[in-house]
């Protein structure tokens, strides 16, 4: 193929206009929402962090670990992952199980309606 003109100014410069304005919409919804929402779950994390210790001192490894598998069963342990916790009574379970629930579950249900 061999190009006879000089075409350079149709491609040159495009107008992508409708594209950056899109990218704005997307960041700006990130921003708006998903950003708030996050923001939202790290302070209630933190707090459940901070309540846990009311209940039983633990490593930070471990109330991150206990938080992460009752947040996959909404604020429950599995009697499997119980098994994990050997060293907590079921009082001290049943508690820490209540904070989760009471401060992320409650927290992220309601930001979702």
Do not use: W
């Amino acid at each position: 193929m061999t190009v006879r003109n000089d075409t350079g100014v149709f491609y040159r410069y495009p107008d992508l206009t409708l594209q950056a304005e899109a990218l704005y919409g997307f960041v700006q919804d990130t921003i708006d929402r998903e950003l708030i929402a996050e923001l939202d779950f790290l302070a209630a994390y933190d707090a459940v962090k901070r309540r846990m210790v009311t209940v039983v001192d633990m490593p930070d490894r471990r109330a991150d670990l206990f938080i992460r598998l009752c947040l996959q069963r909404k604020g429950r342990l599995s009697k499997a992952k119980r098994e994990q916790f050997q060293e907590l009574t079921d009082n001290e379970l049943e508690g820490l199980e209540a904070l989760v629930s009471e401060e992320i579950i409650m927290q992220t249900e309601s930001d979702e309606k």
